[in-house]
């Protein structure tokens, strides 16, 4: 009986670390810019909803403004040139813009909305092209090599 | 005990997760939504979110259209489901969607009880938050719907012969909202001309005899690239390669007006 209270209570304490440590985690996430900007060329491939697989590279090719305003430059193989922010962080009033590991992006070259999160070792996301109607499905990781041709 | 009762219960919030339905089961159930946005430059808005139409039944080519209080409209699609290779398109919770009028990204996820996401402008550099719950009485304004099927027919055109085909303008949708428009005209084009060659080029749609037709028509066309044109009676634009659809509207709401348009394009 003792062991298994004994046991009960060790798996409670477990479950209590866990969403403690689960609970810590996004506060000290940094928002999606930093990887970016400690690695601004990344490898990457894509499944698009035509059943192709097409690697390519992503490169960051500026920032402009501030805080909730700033917003940054990513290019494709192509090139396909994108803008785009950081999500948000938090809820209601107490949200706040251009602060989580999410972003958003769009690309006026092509009409595609992009969405997906940025980590330090791993960029995934997807996009919808809305001009030609096909998705995709893509993951990224950090390559100093990876350079996009400029025209 | 207490214990099993625990790994029970993350057992079936797991098996809930695998069973849950795509983005569009909820709006399919619901098709009003009261919202409101918390707007990067500190202002909140309330606005009503409706799902006006889905195109296609295959989940990985399937997109469907949202209106919000504006008139707003954007193209959506369920996100895709799992990791590459083999993601299962369209068949997500989650969903993103562009309006191209305004240059706008949305990113959201719907459930049956809500729906919530973030949105970006980038015209504006503006950012929102959003949360919306079914409301069947929040209703919003309707709209002209281009990929619905046209009316009098699917037109492709061939370089520098005029095309033309006999249509009912009309109908009961306020076109006043866009820029230099004015009338009333029905929610699917009433004609749709396909042009298969890119620019360089010039398009014309026009209605011979628009200019001394009783009623006083207006042609709106709305470009492949979703921008949207109106005049009295003779339209030149630069080709694009797609879909030009085209409406007739009559002065006033409910009015049959039968008139021809044509279509025709030049190569440079």
Request: glycine share 12%; charged share 10%.
């Given at each position: 009986m003792n062991e298994r209270h004994g046991a009960g209570r060790a798996f409670f304490h477990a479950l209590a670390l866990a969403f403690a440590a689960l609970a810590a985690a996004p506060a000290s996430a940094a928002d999606c810019f930093a990887p970016l900007a400690a690695n601004d060329k990344w490898a990457c491939t894509v499944e698009l909803s035509t059943g192709a697989l097409v690697p390519y590279c992503l490169n960051v090719t500026s920032t402009s403004g501030e805080g909730a305003e700033r917003t940054f430059g990513m290019v494709t193989s192509g090139p396909y040139p994108r803008t785009c922010t950081c999500g948000a962080k938090g809820r209601g009033k107490s949200v706040r813009y251009n602060a989580g590991n999410s972003y958003l992006c769009f690309d006026e070259s092509t009409d595609t909305a992009e969405s997906g999160t940025i980590t330090k070792k791993k960029l995934v996301g997807q996009v919808y092209n809305v001009s030609v109607n096909v998705r995709g499905t893509f993951t990224c990781e950090p390559d100093p090599a990876c350079v996009v041709p400029q025209p | 005990m207490r214990a099993l009762g625990v790994v029970i219960g993350v057992a079936l919030i797991a098996a809930g997760a695998h069973a849950a339905s795509d983005c569009l089961e909820p709006l399919r159930a619901n098709a009003g939504w009261r919202c409101h946005a918390e707007l990067s430059n500190g202002q909140g808005v309330d606005y009503c979110l409706e799902h006006t139409h889905t195109f296609g039944a295959d989940p990985v080519s399937r997109f469907f259209k949202l209106v919000g209080t504006g008139p707003h409209t954007a193209s959506c699609s369920c996100r895709a489901k799992g990791n590459l290779p083999g993601a299962a398109f369209g068949e997500d919770q989650t969903y993103l969607c562009l309006d191209r009028a305004t240059d706008t990204v949305i990113s959201g996820k719907t459930t049956k009880r809500r729906m919530a996401g973030q949105t970006f402008n980038v015209g504006a550099n503006l950012r929102t938050t959003f949360s919306c719950e079914p409301d069947p009485a929040c209703d919003v304004q309707s709209v002209l719907e281009p990929d619905l099927p046209a009316q009098s027919g699917f037109v492709d055109l061939l370089p520098y012969a005029v095309v033309g085909v006999r249509v009912t303008g009309g109908g009961d949708i306020d076109i006043g909202g866009i820029a230099g428009c004015g009338g009333y005209a029905?929610?699917?084009?009433?004609?749709?001309?396909?042009?298969?060659?890119?620019?360089?080029?010039?398009?014309?749609?026009?209605?011979?005899?628009?200019?001394?037709?009783?009623?006083?028509?207006?042609?709106?066309?709305?470009?492949?690239?979703?921008?949207?044109?109106?005049?009295?009676?003779?339209?030149?634009?630069?080709?694009?390669?797609?879909?030009?659809?085209?409406?007739?509207?009559?002065?006033?709401?409910?009015?049959?007006?039968?008139?021809?348009?044509?279509?025709?394009?030049?190569?440079?």
């Open positions: - | 029905s929610e699917a084009p009433n004609v749709v001309f396909n042009v298969e060659p890119g620019p360089p080029g010039q398009l014309e749609i026009f209605m011979p005899g628009g200019d001394v037709h009783p009623d006083d028509p207006v042609l709106l066309v709305v470009t492949p690239s979703g921008a949207a044109h109106c005049v009295p009676y003779n339209l030149y634009l630069p080709l694009e390669r797609g879909s030009y659809s085209a409406w007739v509207a009559a002065p006033t709401a409910g009015f049959a007006l039968g008139i021809g348009v044509q279509g025709a394009y030049r190569l440079e």
